[in-house]
């Protein structure tokens, strides 16, 4: 096979990664996909650093016997804690989800106060704060984690009035810290994004790390000559348990049809 039509390959601790691999088909249609969804051992987020690595690294070493010619990680839990193991163990290049978000975030905010939304593992980890005091030591970075955002997405609650109680319960205090951006540090909480900007106001920039992601992986393909011109791009979607119940929900992240999935 062509280096360029060998598959990005995408995993996330369960079927939330398809909110990026929505993104990636937008900016980059022509790319074969292989998608892994740890379906059997979802959540990530209330998980330790040395199981979350663990995982990490069978899902990498799973998209690889694809001969994967890029990795997105597009699970925050996941990139917020193992992305550095990954990196040293394989030689593939690897992309997180935590770099290109925070770069959005210091690119929009005006004030300099940002707040960042995830599960309880990214928030106790501080990837965001690292990363944004890295760029720049007087961005001020508010965290807060919100554990029961994910169920409720899953339930497909969206717009009901309890998943309107739980946001303003976690994002009012959040919002007495004057930030002007969030970051939308969680795979599911993009399909929240009409919710939180009820709560939070127009005037806050919410940054979707799915959509940076895509950015990146296009920027990095298209510097490494790797883009993909092939017309017919193909997707497969594993997962680790539940085939059809990642179908049902996985086609409302992705908004159209999953043809392939398996269970391995
Ligand atoms: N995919 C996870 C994330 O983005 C959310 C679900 C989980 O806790 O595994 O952090």
Redesign the pocket.
Known sequence: MDLQNRPIGVF???L??LTTVKEIFKRLPNENIVYFGDTAR?????KSKETITQFSIENTQFLLKFNAKLIVV???????LSLNSLKAHFKVPIIG?IAPGVKKAMSVTKNNRIGVI??R??IASKSYEKEIKKRNSVTKCLSRSCPLF?PLVEEDWIGDEVTYTVARRYLQPLMKYNIDTLIL????YPLLKGVIKRVVGKKVNLVDSAEEVALDAKRLLEARRLLSKNKNARHKFFVSDKPMNFKAIGERFLGRKISFIKKV
Request: hydrophobic letters at 20%; glycine letters at 22%.
């Open positions: 996330d601790s369960g939330g990664g979802v959540p990530y987020g209330s597009a699970c925050n839990t996941s990139s917020s989800v995830g599960t593992a990214t994910v540090g969680c795979t599911h």
